[in-house]
């Protein structure tokens, strides 16, 4: 490798995975992620557990990652980091440990916007959307409707104003005792039942926005008054139940999606986050597209859910227009996309 590549190291550790990866040239050569099993137990992301897994994690994840590429520290052009949305501890580990290592070796410094990573997943392999294309964002903290007008020229033109669908997916499921993350095994469980045994409800929002946090509550009363006729009763319809959670949940999803297309005339849909792992979901957009004659994008399943690959990608297009961030960079909990 000679001095004119473009070699970055790229870190996320924004909520319960932490990830590295190598990017050359924009080519990704690897994705190491290390999963946190610790907050399984709890039904949800523990914030201080996976700081500190984080801490454990980050540097043999690191190691193996430049060990994995065929490189050394020193062929490093830059080092990217997430800088936010995510958990604040989680967020500090990787952020600190970006900045002493740019400071340490004398290279720039990328901020990455995890949001607009998810997104960018779709261009670490072929087919890459060409722009504009509409993407649906849907991740365990958010669901978003973005117009993505270039690799850095995004704008939010809907999202949820109260819980993100991966939630409501993981809320659900814990109320049908399954362990977290939960999104993944009404998936599972989907697969073998009906869709149209329980109606639960689609609650419908002003624009293009969403709200997933009455569904919660529908499922809750649901199964509390099904629970007193028979104790037995969610083991008895487990993947009727969860298929006719995840029937309402993608039905909301794709009226939206729908909607935003249709105004913003565009051909190209893309889905990004966690949830586009959803087999059901992938099935339905696939349907849709087929339908209205749309070109679909939907990334590899590594791709889908956390990882330090597309944070690497967005770090790529950053340093190409020279976009670097301070030594005085911090965290973000939020951030806007
Ligand atoms: O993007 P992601 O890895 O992390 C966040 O940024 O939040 O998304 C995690 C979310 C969790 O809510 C998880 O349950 C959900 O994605 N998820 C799924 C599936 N795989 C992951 N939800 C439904 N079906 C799946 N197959
Ligand atoms: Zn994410």
């Keep these: 490798m000679g001095t004119n590549n473009i070699v970055i190291l790229a870190i996320e550790s924004s909520c319960d995975e932490t990830s590295a990866a190598?990017?050359?040239?924009?080519?990704?050569?690897?994705?190491?992620?290390?999963?946190?099993?610790?907050?399984?137990?709890?039904?949800?992301?523990?914030?201080?557990?996976?700081?500190?897994?984080?801490?454990?994690?980050?540097?043999?994840?690191?190691?193996?990652?430049?060990?994995?590429?065929?490189?050394?520290?020193?062929?490093?052009s830059a080092i990217a980091f997430t800088r936010g949305p995510g958990l604040m501890g989680s967020l500090l580990v990787g952020v600190s440990f970006a900045k002493a290592l740019a400071y340490a070796r004398g290279i720039p410094l990328i901020e990455v916007n995890h949001m607009q990573a998810h997104i960018l997943a779709h261009f670490i392999d072929a087919p890459q959307p060409s722009f504009p294309f509409i993407?649906?964002?849907?991740?365990?903290?958010?669901?978003?409707?973005?117009?993505?007008?270039?690799?850095?020229?995004?704008?939010?033109?809907?999202?949820?104003?109260?819980?993100?669908?991966?939630?409501?997916?993981?809320?659900?499921?814990?109320?049908?005792?399954?362990?977290?993350?939960?999104?993944?095994?009404?998936?599972?469980?989907?697969?073998?039942?009906n869709p149209k045994a329980f109606t639960f409800p689609i609650t419908r929002m002003p624009e293009l926005n969403y709200s997933f946090s009455g569904i919660k509550t529908a499922v809750l009363y649901f199964l509390r008054d099904e629970l007193k006729e028979n104790p037995n009763f969610i083991e008895e319809?487990?993947?009727?139940?969860?298929?006719?959670?995840?029937?309402?949940?993608?039905?909301?999803?794709?009226?939206?999606?729908?909607?935003?297309?249709?105004?913003?005339?565009?051909?190209?849909?893309?889905?990004?986050?966690?949830?586009?792992?959803?087999?059901?979901?992938?099935?339905?957009?696939?349907?849709?597209?087929?339908?209205?004659?749309?070109?679909?994008?939907?990334?590899?399943?590594?791709?889908?859910?956390d990882n330090a690959a597309m944070i690497a990608m967005a770090a790529h297009y950053k340093y190409l227009k020279g976009e670097f961030s301070s030594l005085e960079v911090t965290p973000l909990a939020k951030m806007k996309l």
Excluded at 34 to 55: C, D, I, M, N, W
Excluded at 56 to 68: C, D, G, H
Excluded at 155 to 171: L, R
């Design 22 to 76: 190598v990017i050359v040239d924009g080519k990704v050569l690897n994705n190491i992620v290390a999963t946190q099993s610790v907050h399984e137990k709890y039904g949800g992301v523990v914030p201080e557990l996976a700081s500190r897994a984080h801490q454990e994690n980050l540097i043999p994840v690191v190691q193996e990652a430049i060990f994995s590429a065929g490189i050394s520290k020193d062929q490093l």
């Design 135 to 193: 993407c649906l964002t849907v991740s365990g903290g958010h669901t978003q409707l973005v117009l993505v007008k270039d690799h850095l020229d995004m704008t939010v033109i809907g999202e949820t104003q109260d819980d993100a669908v991966g939630e409501a997916f993981d809320k659900t499921a814990k109320l049908l005792g399954l362990p977290y993350p939960g999104g993944p095994l009404i998936d599972r469980h989907a697969k073998n039942g």
């Design 237 to 305: 319809n487990l993947s009727d139940l969860c298929a006719s959670i995840q029937f309402s949940l993608i039905q909301m999803l794709l009226i939206k999606l729908k909607l935003a297309v249709a105004e913003h005339q565009v051909k190209n849909v893309a889905i990004a986050g966690g949830v586009s792992a959803n087999s059901g979901l992938r099935e339905a957009l696939g349907q849709l597209a087929k339908e209205k004659n749309w070109n679909l994008f939907i990334p590899e399943f590594e791709y889908c859910t």
